[in-house]
């Protein structure tokens, strides 16, 4: 059998499964923050910045998301932003 330099692949393989286990609970976590309703989360459909919009999200007074197309913008960004906070503490 040929020898590899390096650390086991089998061990690589098993930081990188916990790391992104992670990543997804941090993901999920900054999700529903965002989209959940008032008590736990930031969604509002109706507040004093989303008069007559159907559903709005407004995390903070510059930015809120009117739309479906702004929904899915935010949580990309939301999303991708608590996924890496897993990888900050390393």
Not at 34 to 53: D, H, I, N, Q, R
Not at 55 to 61: G, I, T
Not at 68 to 80: H, I, Q, V
């Amino acid at each position: 059998k040929r020898r590899t330099a390096g650390f086991p692949l089998s061990l690589l393989q098993k930081e990188e499964r916990i790391i992104a286990f992670f990543m997804i609970v941090s993901m999920c976590y900054g999700l529903i923050r965002t989209f959940a309703p008032p008590p736990v989360g930031l969604y509002t459909s109706a507040s004093g910045k989303c008069e007559g919009e159907r559903a709005c999200v407004c995390p903070r007074e510059t930015v809120c998301a009117r739309n479906t197309f702004e929904m899915f913008c935010l949580a990309m960004a939301k999303g991708s932003a608590y996924m890496d906070y897993p990888l900050y503490m390393l």
